[in-house]
């Protein structure tokens, strides 16, 4: 359980700033607002530098400071989530009531759902073209050469499946419940999954996400600074170094989404900016 001891040992220093000076990881920060947009969110980023997200219910691609709105035919709202190397987009959208994930590859989208699934999310794609997202809000996937394969944290109530990198080595979340002095509470974990084995991630707190890990096994996510409420700071976790990070771009709240093999991040802060870090 490295992770979860080191994050335990940093939880010390959640006052410190992402300009934290270490050559290993971003050093400055750039706002990205579609223009326009009441709200802008940063998602995903692949190793070219474009970015996917969402805006005021639709999605939207960034490559080289322009933006290209993304939204499936007929949906309420769309919401891309992750980006490849090849540009294919993951994500999910609202329509008849319903939602659904998708694939977008070369202007054509494909819809993913799990049979017999109520509901499904895509969140996250790596270079062999594998995905990963969550179903009826309870249970996550992986989506391998057109084969499902469930993903429950043993004992859980929820499973989330976030990122995935090209070594297959999958982060999310889950949810157990237990029985404290006050009664039944909620305790919620980020988690790694590699090669079949759940490692714990938590920062000292009652509620961890990790959303996104790269090549180099950096990994990004958020928690509360004041038990289970916010306001919400993002993390980088490095593994091999044990490194661990504190990123506090917006006094209202950062969440940290995705990050690339460059370590470039991107989230959003103060809940209506989104943000990539250099």
């Known amino acids: 359980m490295r992770y979860r001891q080191c994050l335990v040992a940093a939880v010390l220093v959640v006052g410190v700033l992402a300009s934290t000076t270490s050559p290993a990881f971003p050093q400055s920060f750039t706002t990205i607002d579609v ?18 997200g969402s805006y005021d219910g ?10 290209t709105t993304i939204d499936v035919a007929g949906a309420l709202g769309t ?23 998708f694939l977008l590859d070369k202007g054509t989208f494909t819809t993913i759902d799990v049979p017999g699934a109520t509901a499904t999310v895509a ?8 995905i990963v997202g969550s179903y009826d809000g309870v249970h996550g996937f992986l989506l391998d050469k057109g084969t499902f394969t469930t993903i429950d944290v043993a004992g859980a ?19 157990k419940m237990y029985l404290g002095r006050l009664g039944e509470l909620r305790f919620q974990g980020g988690f790694l999954l590699d090669k079949g084995t759940f490692t714990t991630i938590e920062v000292g707190a009652p ?5 996104g ?4 096994g950096q990994i990004v996510g958020f928690f509360p600074t004041n038990g289970i ?5 993002g993390f980088i976790l490095d593994g091999d170094r044990d490194t661990f990070i504190v990123i506090d771009i917006g006094a209202a709240g950062t969440h940290a989404l995705g990050i690339n093999d460059r370590g470039e991040i991107v989230g959003f802060y103060n809940g209506v900016h989104g943000f990539v870090m250099h």
């Open 35 to 52: 223009p326009g947009a009441a709200f802008t969110v940063a998602s995903g980023i692949n190793n070219r530098g474009r970015i996917v």
């Open 58 to 67: 639709h999605g939207f691609l960034l490559d080289k400071g322009t933006f």
């Open 79 to 101: 919401s891309p989530q992750g980006i490849n190397d090849r540009g294919e987009i993951v994500g999910f959208y609202t329509a008849g009531g319903t939602t659904h994930g």
């Open 123 to 130: 969140s996250g794609i790596n270079n062999r073209g594998q």
């Open 157 to 175: 109530l929820e499973t989330h499946a976030l990122g995935i990198n090209d070594r297959g080595e999958i982060v999310g979340f889950f949810n």
């Open 207 to 211: 509620l961890t996400e990790a959303t």
């Open 213 to 216: 890990m790269n090549n180099r």
């Open 229 to 233: 409420h916010g306001p919400f700071r």
